[in-house]
């Protein structure tokens, strides 16, 4: 009814006002909670990050300090392979002998020649640059396909780790080279290009051996997928690239190359250790304590190879016969178990590890949101996750390492393994995706 004469509407919001806002701000935060919680939006908060971090990493290295470490000993090292050294054993840089394998030799070569014989520091750290943002594409592209991370946890993995952009961009080591190569080759893996996959993971090998980490979770995959006879030339392929790579070496001095790139005992100084600064230097050094390590290590495998990766009801025998031949013809492989074999065998290596040294956070850092999200919400609360990952970045940040930090990591690590132990213990449901890999063709 219109109003009489000498009244007047009131001033003011609508009477749906009240109504509408509220409505408004709760679909806006809605949809914030769902951009931020459900891993089907990761894609998008991926791009969002790696634009990020094409402005984040130019303003760390304009800003921050180089600090010089093993870059001008890297140079040094392949500086002699151009002056004709091909023995192994007469190759070294300020920091000690040369100890990685050809492959490392070779892209470093190509980076002392596109550097100015590695004088301009500041090329190499845009270049270190560019590789790290095509690891987090690379990354990215691995969580896209498991929907298992929630992608807020994603920010914790790109802009807040300062010692992740110090190992990239102000130190300039090889590990980020290995680890980027590797996280190609576990890409190929899920799009079943396994010869592809095989041929980068050997020469993510070659780069750095502490790939071998991922080696028992690649070898259960290749069984699993393929069956002994089928699995052998994707293993040749590793074993020929390791050949091809160091036959100029090989050819000079055999066991020369062998002992220095693939020095499976080689000795740790007790001043760089992240993870086991609690312990005495005489137990640390002692052969004994190694000997325990590898004893927990290889049972730690065994067990999750038996009773986590493995998921059906023959014996892990049967994974020697062709697929074909089986009692019952295996599942095609999804996403999460390819990932989750690769990523627990790498894990289970960093924690049974001799020594961590700072540079070694880049190992298993990329993987961590995975190890701590793969399993169902009940089995660790959603804020202990976040905490975990904090704890581990403030003990890798923690320079010189103290007791309390590498016990806080000891702990931190612990917990994920248990968590990944009885996380997934049920029924190979927390492996399950709605896309397969492809079939065998």
């Known amino acids: 009814m219109a109003p009489g004469p000498g009244l007047r509407r009131k001033s003011g919001p609508p009477a749906w006002a009240p109504v509408l ?16 919680f459900e891993p089907q939006y990761t894609p998008l908060v991926a791009a969002c990050l790696c634009l990020a971090e094409a402005g984040l990493c130019p303003w760390v290295i304009q800003r921050v300090p180089y600090t010089e470490i093993d870059w001008k000993a890297y140079m040094d090292e392949v500086e002699g392979v151009v002056n004709g050294t091909l023995d192994y054993t007469q190759l070294k840089g300020d920091t000690g002998p040369l100890v990685y394998p050809a492959g490392f030799v070779y892209i470093f070569l190509g980076l002392y020649y596109m550097t100015d014989h590695g004088t301009n520091i500041r090329l190499a750290q845009y270049l270190f640059a560019g590789l790290y943002l095509t690891t987090l594409f690379l990354v990215f592209r691995i969580y896209s396909r498991t929907n298992k991370v929630p992608p807020y946890v994603f920010f914790f993995m790109c802009c807040a780790s300062y010692r992740i952009h110090s ?113 005495p230097e005489e137990v ?82 990329h993987t961590l949101p995975y190890l701590l999200w793969c399993t169902p919400p009940k089995t660790l609360p959603q804020l202990l996750r976040v905490l975990i990952l904090g704890l581990i970045e403030l003990s890798w940040n923690t320079y010189p390492s103290t007791v309390y930090s590498s016990a806080a990591l000891h702990v931190c690590h612990g917990i994920i393994l248990l968590q990944l132990w009885y996380g997934t213990a049920s029924s190979p449901e927390s492996q399950k995706e709605k896309q397969p890999l492809k079939k065998a063709e």
């Not at 806002?21 to 909670?33: H, N």
Request: proline residues 5%.
């Open 21 to 36: 806002v509220p409505g408004v701000l709760r679909g806006a935060w809605r949809g914030k909670r769902r951009l931020l």
């Open 167 to 279: 190992i990239f961009v102000l130190r300039l080591f090889n590990d980020p080279v290995a680890m980027a190569i590797l996280f190609l080759a576990v890409n190929l893996f899920l799009e079943d290009h396994w010869s592809w996959g095989c041929f980068c993971f050997s020469l993510a090998v070659s780069v750095k051996m502490n790939i071998l980490l991922f080696a028992p979770g690649l070898l259960y995959l290749l069984l699993w997928r393929f069956g002994l006879l089928r699995a052998i030339p994707k293993l040749a392929i590793c074993a020929v690239l390791q050949v091809v790579l160091g036959l100029p070496f090989l050819v000079v001095n055999p066991a020369g190359y062998l002992t220095r790139s693939f020095d499976l005992g080689r000795q740790f100084l007790f001043k760089w250790t992240v993870n086991w600064r609690f312990l």
């Open 284 to 365: 640390f050094q002692h052969r004994a304590f190694h000997l325990a390590l590898l004893v927990a290590h290889l049972a730690a495998l065994g067990l999750f190879a038996l009773n986590r990766w493995h998921r059906s009801d023959e014996s892990i025998l049967s994974l020697l016969k062709d697929p074909s031949e089986r009692k019952a013809p295996p599942q095609p492989l999804s996403t999460n178990q390819v990932v989750f074999a690769l990523f627990t065998s790498n894990f289970i290596g960093v924690c049974f590890s001799r020594s961590l040294h700072y540079q070694f956070y880049v190992w298993y850092f």
